[in-house]
């Protein structure tokens, strides 16, 4: 079992960074695949950037909305993933969730039902 809790939202103005963390319980981070969703007023809830365990060497996957402008990264140390957030947008206001499963493939996760964890989300806000 895992327990996930994100911080670091808050309202930014366009062109801003913001940086995502969210810190896991548990012995057993460092082999879980993390992940960073978002949902905005009334749309669905979608993928924005995974992480495979170290072990696996297979790396980072972003949405092309994000791609070049977020990083994921993660401490095992710290038992702790982030999402660092560069030239925001008006468009990436959302609540943002992290989502953990145990465990990696040969394939990327994208899917929200792929994530067995779940945190409870950040709010994050970018002014134009």
């Known amino acids: 079992q895992v327990q996930l809790v994100e911080s670091g939202g808050g309202l930014v103005q366009a062109g801003g960074s913001l940086r995502l963390s969210c810190a896991a319980s548990g012995r057993t981070f460092s082999s879980y695949t993390m992940a960073w969703f978002r949902q905005a007023p009334g749309k669905e809830r979608e993928f924005v950037a995974t992480?495979?365990?170290?072990?696996?060497?297979?790396?980072?996957y972003y949405a092309g909305a994000v791609k070049g402008r977020f990083t994921i990264s993660r401490d095992n140390a710290k038992n702790t993933v982030y999402l660092q957030m560069n030239s925001l947008k008006p468009e990436d206001t959302a609540v943002y969730y992290c989502?953990?499963?145990?465990?990696?493939?040969?394939?990327?996760?994208?899917?929200?039902?792929?994530?067995?964890?779940w945190g409870q989300g950040t709010q994050v806000t970018v002014s134009s």
């Open positions: 989502a953990g499963l145990p465990g990696s493939s040969d394939y990327y996760y994208i899917s929200d039902s792929n994530y067995s964890y």
């Open positions: 992480i495979t365990p170290t072990w696996s060497g297979r790396g980072t």
